[in-house]
């Protein structure tokens, strides 16, 4: 059998390879490898690790390579270490085929280890455009060292294409984080709303901010409590936040979340991790989106709700109807939410339909099959 070993860090990224993951592992001519590393394996981000396991997935490999230091040069360090490691399961490991999503940093020395030791690569989500963050100079380093390519969209092929001067490989399958939107039965507002402990009766709004990698610590942290005091001056509302990630000042950005849980537990709510099927239900039945996840641009334009993307991380994506492109500052902040207020979206599917990882797995198919 051929062997596909797919990658995931984060527990968003893993939110976004769920539904491939099962169609690799229910194939009867394809084995699944799974490695698991980064956040997944923080106590800090929760240890998502352990609902990978309990969605029934077997974890070949764990790689811890993250240092306690959050600083540039030990995120640098970090993805030394990561290189070591990955290494060596891939030697242990031996996949026919590597699968990466996306543009975080630990990519680099995952498939840089690929590269050099002959394991194709196939990229999800290659060839967007996020100008706010160093995502983009990752995710198409990325995509120079693939094989196979599963853009999220017509326009992100266009752009492979120009880069690697060929449209072999290249396949616009749509972005595989709406496949649980068809994949998965939310739960409904009565059942988040006791899971969750929140107020019926109130509008719920869900904030997750990530840092923009191309500015400051504190550049990150004034957005972070501009965000809390314009949400402060709401009524009626209750606000679940979910943790920033590991990037350069997360940590301080989610000092800043954690202390207004604490202050004003009537208010705020504070998640290392919801999980995915939290994550989705509970967007299902906010009001709003708020902060500069990709999530807002993908996800919530399917569901046609209202998003407030903040500051500069995902500029250069294509942005649908529903959302609104804010700055940081406090004012514009609040501006956005007010109009929000008269506001109503239908469902946007430029990011495709809940059908991507289906598509996917035939490609890969396809592609070990017929050598």
């Known amino acids: 059998m051929k062997k596909v070993c797919v990658v995931t860090a984060a527990r968003s990224e893993y939110g976004l390879l769920r539904w491939l993951l099962n169609e690799l592992r229910d194939s009867k001519d394809l084995q699944l490898q799974l490695l698991v590393t980064g956040g997944h394996l923080s106590p800090e981000q929760g240890l998502t690790y352990k609902q990978i396991e309990r969605d029934g997935f077997v974890i070949d490999k764990k790689i811890e390579f993250l240092l306690s230091s959050q600083t540039a040069i030990g995120i640098a360090k970090s993805m030394g270490v990561c290189m070591i490691s990955i290494a060596d399961a891939l030697n242990d490991l031996s996949p026919d085929l590597l699968v990466v999503l996306g543009d975080r940093y630990e990519l680099l020395p995952i498939c840089s280890c690929a590269l050099i030791m002959r394991v194709p690569i196939a990229h999800i989500s290659g060839g967007d455009v996020t100008e706010g963050a160093i995502d983009d100079q990752i995710r198409n380093a990325v995509t120079m060292m693939s094989t196979l390519h599963f853009p999220g969209n017509n326009n992100s092929a266009m752009k492979i294409i120009e880069m690697i001067g060929s449209n072999v490989n290249v396949y616009a399958v749509g972005e595989p984080g709406l496949d649980s939107f068809v994949q998965c039965k939310l739960m409904n507002r009565q059942e988040i709303g006791s899971n969750l402990c929140l107020d019926l009766q109130k509008k719920w709004l869900l904030v997750t901010f990530h840092p923009e ?96 993307n903040i500051g500069k991380r995902q500029l250069g994506r294509h942005i649908c109807h529903n959302i609104l492109n804010v700055s940081g500052a406090k004012e514009s902040i609040r501006q956005g ?35």
Do not use: W
């Open 337 to 371: 939410l007010s109009e929000f207020t008269k506001l109503d979206f239908l469902p946007d599917h430029y990011y495709g339909d809940g059908m991507t990882s289906k598509r996917i797995f035939s490609y890969i198919y396809n592609f070990l099959l017929s050598k």
């Open 213 to 308: 990698t191309k500015e400051s610590i504190d550049y990150n942290i004034n957005i972070a409590k501009n965000i809390i005091d314009s949400l402060l001056e709401l009524s009626d509302v209750q606000v679940v936040i979910t943790q920033a990630n590991a990037d350069l000042g997360g940590v301080e950005i989610n000092d800043i979340f954690r202390k207004a849980s604490i202050s004003r537990p009537d208010r705020f709510k504070f998640y290392s991790s919801l999980g995915q099927l939290r994550y989705l239900s509970f967007m299902k039945e906010a009001f709003c989106v708020i902060g500069n996840s990709s999530s807002g641009i993908v996800e919530a334009p399917f569901l046609g709700k209202p998003v407030l």
